[in-house]
């Protein structure tokens, strides 16, 4: 039996006083195994110890809302009976130690959240972020994440529609990888985790325990060092055939009323499943540990509580269901054990070769579990620009531009996506967001991932009104009605003030802009520790990155718009205040070689009116072509239109600020009766003016085959 030392007590990520919260809990000294439970369910990444106080801030409720955050993904009525159920998770640490299987295993988690309260997965977007491209192990990180990403997805059948990439020096020791995946299901068939009914079987299906992902919660919640090679053995290995058969199991039983309750098996395994299902329902659980399918020999109740391995669920059955359900799992060729009961003790009893190996109280492992309010400073005010000379033409500025890492064609990554399985993928990547019809009707979701580290970096409170604000603007310029979003919040070590501080101004920022546009937070994920330790002990942080995934609704798919303009001759409107706002920009990045200076100022007001304006004109038939403005500014907007109709345009000669200025909450539009939509946008309050005409083959000055050349040139050169 191993004894429980200090050393053996820091190696599960305890600090003195969370040790000494546990003798107290238990009354008695914690053997190893029970250590080992408490070590995964008081981690970050499971409590969100650091976390908890600052998310309750955030709005998570609204008509639209049937399920907010607490259970496996949040639920939203989209009408007809029917229920969208999403979520991001982050996969981060895993993805940059095995970027195939970190980032093919965080896809398949998420498909598990999402099914397994009874939707069927329609759709997977990702949000990614990888350090300097002329790094010397980035090529390794992104040939390895879109693969796993695409064999995942590809493999279990569910699209992968879109998403977004970033590049900066900030993640050369860490990058990001969030997955999101959207599902629909019957509002009158949506299961929950809470667990009921004492006697009650408690089931474990899918693939059997191995040894991979051992202390994978663990290792999520602490930042790396010189040693994360040697961490491999903490990423699980995934099987997305396995997870297709566990898809159908799951669904085909689901549409019987044996289940109870079910929850997957992601972080920390069969630990964080069996407390979250017992804690929820407020009762005991007890389990038999050499029941536990297991695909290596002389596993211990430690191993096999820990373990995360991939594609595995745990349930509780009705009575007298056990023989119906095992039917079908093994009709599917899936692992079925019954492997224990539930109890009225609100305990965890855990017996292995007729011993107990583990009796521990539920309250303090989930409910009670350590909250802290850390201390944290504001971020500093960043002066003004100042005067800034433009570098060369704004012809050659633009080209450059869109050649960059940020900006430049993510075709390489998407190809290798199959994002038309299923067939009903009506708006593909490439616009400002994917649209999937709802099976057998002419419904769509809208569905975006948005997020501008830098912005967030210089004013996390900014920052985090404008990836909400973002998010919103995308999902409005395809026609959509935006319902609610999912969060993740990537940042750096919690326990420096200056990174609590960022995540504490982001939260502010998001809260206000969810509340301004009725656009509410339903799930998420928080992932902190995103850092490398340097040589002297300190830390490098990734850019704060709060992630966000919303949908929206499109009544129509027929009325959806896209970014392309479709005919010669047509009006381009600017919708929205053009201050011409070069601070954090990509323009100033790129081209004057700078990276300072306050983000544009987000006004939520103006994001509600610009936005509902260009919506009811999308669904008037007045726009043929409209494209949210970010990223490179409005003369980016217009280039990306033209590229994707293949029609130039004539916008004059704009300043440098004009052209790349990145103010928010503005849309560039094409109009064949321009005076009709300036008309509206007079009357309900909107800024809005002509400033060019669809037509040739340029794009300030620009031929427009040399503008997709630079475009699509990118990725191609680096991943050759």
Not at 130 to 158: Q, T
Not at 331 to 347: N, Q, S, Y
Request: with cysteine.
């Amino acid at each position: 039996m191993t004894q429980i030392t200090p050393a053996v007590v820091a190696e599960h990520g305890f600090s003195p006083e969370e040790y000494e919260r546990v003798l107290h809990a238990l009354g008695r000294e914690p053997n190893l195994t029970e250590l080992g439970i408490f070590s995964v369910m008081w981690s970050e990444h499971c409590s969100y110890k650091s976390s908890r106080i600052h998310l309750k801030k955030l709005p998570t409720t609204g008509p639209q809302v049937i399920c907010g955050p607490g259970e496996n993904a949040g639920v939203v009525d989209i009408g007809d009976g029917q229920a969208a159920i999403f979520k991001m998770e982050s996969h981060n640490h895993p993805s940059y130690i095995e970027p195939y299987q970190g980032a093919a295993t965080g896809v398949g988690g998420i498909l598990r959240d999402v099914f397994t309260m009874g939707a069927r997965p329609i759709a997977n977007m990702n949000a990614l972020r990888f350090g300097r491209p002329d790094h010397p192990k980035m090529r390794h990180l992104i040939a390895g994440v879109v693969h796993g990403i695409g064999g995942y997805g590809n493999c279990v059948g569910v699209p992968t529609v879109g998403g977004e990439v970033n590049f900066h020096k900030a993640y050369d020791g860490n990058i990001l990888v969030n997955a999101m995946t959207v599902g629909v299901a019957e509002t009158n068939k949506i299961f929950y985790s809470a667990a009921s009914g004492t006697g009650n079987s408690i089931v474990y299906v899918g693939s059997k325990t191995g040894r991979d992902g051992i202390h994978g919660a663990t290792m999520a919640s602490a930042d790396f060092s010189e040693d994360s090679e040697e961490k491999r053995p903490t990423v699980q290995v995934g099987d997305p055939f396995t997870e297709k058969l566990l898809i159908e199991a799951c669904l085909e039983l689901m549409s019987s009323d044996a289940i109870v309750a079910i929850q997957d098996m992601g972080a920390a395994g069969l630990t964080s499943s069996s407390v979250e299902m017992a804690s929820k329902g407020g009762v005991g659980i007890e389990l038999d540990m050499n029941a536990v399918p297991c695909r290596e020999t002389g596993m211990t109740p430690y191993e096999m509580m820990l373990s995360e391995s991939q594609e595995r669920m745990l349930m509780v059955l009705k009575p007298g269901r056990e023989a119906e359900a095992e039917a079908i799992f093994r009709k599917w060729e899936l692992d079925f054990a019954v492997i224990g009961v539930v109890t009225d003790t609100g305990r965890m009893v855990l017996r292995f070769n007729g011993e107990v190996v583990c009796d521990i109280p539920l309250g303090p492992l989930a409910d009670d579990a350590p909250s802290y309010d850390r201390p944290w400073v504001p971020t500093p005010a960043r002066g003004p620009l100042g005067d800034i000379p433009a570098k060369g033409s704004i012809g050659d500025n633009l080209l450059a531009l869109m050649a960059s890492p940020d900006l430049a064609s993510r075709r390489w990554i998407w190809e290798q996506y199959d994002h038309m399985v299923g067939a009903d993928t009506v708006q593909r990547p490439g616009g400002d967001a994917a649209v999937v019809r709802i099976h057998g009707s002419k419904k769509g979701l809208a569905i975006s991932t948005d997020c501008t580290p830098r912005y967030v970096f210089a004013d996390p409170v900014q920052g985090g009104r404008q990836a909400i604000a973002e998010c919103w603007r995308n999902i409005t310029a395809v026609g959509a009605t935006p319902l609610a979003t999912t969060d993740c919040m990537n940042f750096g070590n919690p326990q420096r003030p200056e990174i609590m501080g960022q995540f504490v101004g982001a939260i502010e920022g998001m809260a206000e802009a969810c509340r301004a546009l009725d656009f509410p937070i339903v799930s998420g994920n928080v992932s902190l520790y995103n850092e490398t330790k340097n040589e002297d002990g300190s830390g490098s942080a990734i850019l704060p990155t709060p992630a966000i995934g919303g949908i929206g609704l499109i009544a129509d798919i027929d009325t959806m718009a896209t970014i392309a303009f479709k005919a010669e001759g047509e009006a381009i409107l600017i919708i929205g205040d053009s201050l011409g706002h070069l601070g954090q920009s990509l323009w100033l990045r790129y081209i004057a070689d700078r990276e300072d200076g306050p983000p544009p100022p987000v006004d939520l007001a103006a994001e509600r009116r610009n936005g509902d304006f260009v919506r009811e004109q999308i669904l008037s038939g007045s726009l043929t072509a409209v494209h949210d403005v970010s990223d490179g500014g409005m003369l980016v907007a217009v280039a990306e239109m033209a590229l994707a109709g293949n029609i130039g345009a004539d916008i004059g000669k704009p300043s440098h600020m004009a052209a790349f200025g990145e103010d928010q909450a503005r849309y560039v539009v094409t109009a064949p009766n321009p005076d009709a939509v300036l008309a509206a946008a007079l009357l309900a309050g909107v800024q809005a003016a002509r400033f060019g005409t669809t037509g040739g083959s340029t794009v300030a000055g620009i031929d427009l085959a040399a503008l997709r050349a630079a475009h699509e040139g990118f990725f191609p050169a680096l991943m050759d």
